[in-house]
């Protein structure tokens, strides 16, 4: 693809406001004047093999219980979650995704003198912590060249008060991809009034390479964890994930919210792909060889360098502005990635796609080579 690295653009305008989140297809195709249809999405790092046959057909087998209401306390689901992470129901809580379980992490955080987050931050943290004014300090992570391995993660030890505040991470990080290990957050747990890990994609790691924090939430009443069923799965639609933390703390926000806040649909489907032990084997095998694929083909690009990663997407800086990179794929060549222009410390020096399926990874390899 012919770039004009000289010329300055501004970042693309369109009749909607450019959104915080990968997967806004509707944005995209209005502002290429493209069929939404023809678009090749990069920009949501969601699983390209799903969603898994085992969800379609608990979906199916369920349309005709449409017309009830969901069980409100969710047993059956609750009691799917307990079985595969070995916890009691108790512990666990099902959400409307991750997003409105967020929205109770800023309220508990907003009782503490300060919530601590490592930048670049997922943006919707910011949309929950805002809603509750809480107050917010920032540390940046120290981003290598080329590689996640050394990355530097800012010493906490000397900051004033700790006990007095929270922290919020995300593990593998996003949108950096980097897995901190349970060493590296275990002092977390002695040091905050609250500590919460969002796990959304450490379910992309075969078991024996997550660094997981869930068998230590039952000792730890100030630990909360978070877990995406949609992105593994490929449910985004559904919109389904949970938490796990001590049941007190569940009690409470089972009582602020909205009854009913997982549908029926959703609840069946994350039954039947809990136990799909196939399609997670078959998601770890294509990802190994998808990502390096994809890692290798962007690498060997002039003025890109992609960070290897733990997770399902790659962070790659550019020497192209990301903003203008993402309006020249679309118009040309309908494929949507996602610039960085939500995360202030990243801006137009990167963009970040989604690992999907290899003959898509090389689409997207050939039309940068262009």
């Not at 799903?50 to 017309?67: C, M, T, V, W, Y």
């Not at 930048?119 to 919707?124: H, L, S, V």
């Not at 089972?254 to 549908?263: E, F, L, S």
């Not at 799909?276 to 190994?288: A, M, N, P, R």
Request: proline share 6%; glycine share 4%; charged share 20%.
């Amino acid at each position: 693809m012919q770039i004009n690295r000289q010329k300055s653009m501004r970042p693309i305008q369109s009749m909607h406001q450019r959104p915080i989140h990968g997967g806004n297809r509707q944005w995209a195709a209005d502002m290429a004047g493209i069929d939404l249809a023809t678009i090749l999405d990069f920009s949501a790092s969601i699983n390209p093999l799903g969603p898994p046959d085992s969800a379609i057909a608990a979906i199916q087998s369920h349309l005709r219980e449409l017309n009830h209401y969901p069980d409100p306390a969710y047993i059956d689901l609750r009691q799917a979650i307990g079985n595969f992470h070995q916890l009691s129901p108790d512990w666990i809580l099902a959400g409307n995704g991750v997003a409105e379980l967020l929205t109770w992490v800023g309220r508990d955080l907003s009782q503490l003198k300060a919530t601590v987050l490592f930048t670049p931050a997922f943006t919707d943290y910011d949309r929950a912590l805002a809603a509750y004014d809480c107050q917010i300090e920032r540390y940046p992570l120290i981003l290598p060249s080329e590689d996640l391995q050394h990355i530097q993660i800012p010493s906490l030890i000397k900051v004033s008060d700790n006990q007095a505040k929270g922290i919020l991470i995300n593990n593998p990080h996003n949108p950096t991809g980097y897995l901190f290990t349970k060493d590296n957050l275990l002092p977390y747990l002695e040091q905050f009034a609250l500590v919460v890990i969002d796990e959304a994609f450490m379910d992309f790691l075969p078991p024996e390479q997550q660094q997981s924090l869930i068998d230590l939430v039952p000792f730890y009443p100030n630990l909360v964890i978070l877990r995406s069923l949609t992105k593994f799965y490929s449910l985004p639609g559904l919109r389904l994930g949970y938490a796990i933390a001590h049941p007190e703390r569940l009690q409470r926000w089972q009582a602020w919210r909205d009854p009913w806040c997982v549908n029926a649909l959703a609840v069946a489907a994350g039954i039947a792909v809990l136990s799909d032990q196939e399609f997670q084997q078959k998601t770890w095998t294509w990802l190994k060889t998808a990502r390096a694929q994809l890692f290798t083909g962007l690498a060997a690009i002039s003025g890109f360098k992609p960070l290897a990663n733990a997770a399902n997407y790659l962070l790659v800086q550019t020497e192209v502005a990301g903003s203008i990179l993402q309006k020249e794929l679309l118009q040309k060549e309908q494929i949507l990635i996602r610039d960085c222009l939500s995360f202030p410390e990243l801006g137009d020096r990167y963009f970040r796609v989604a690992v999907r399926l290899e003959h898509e990874n090389q689409k997207l390899i050939n039309a940068l080579l262009l």
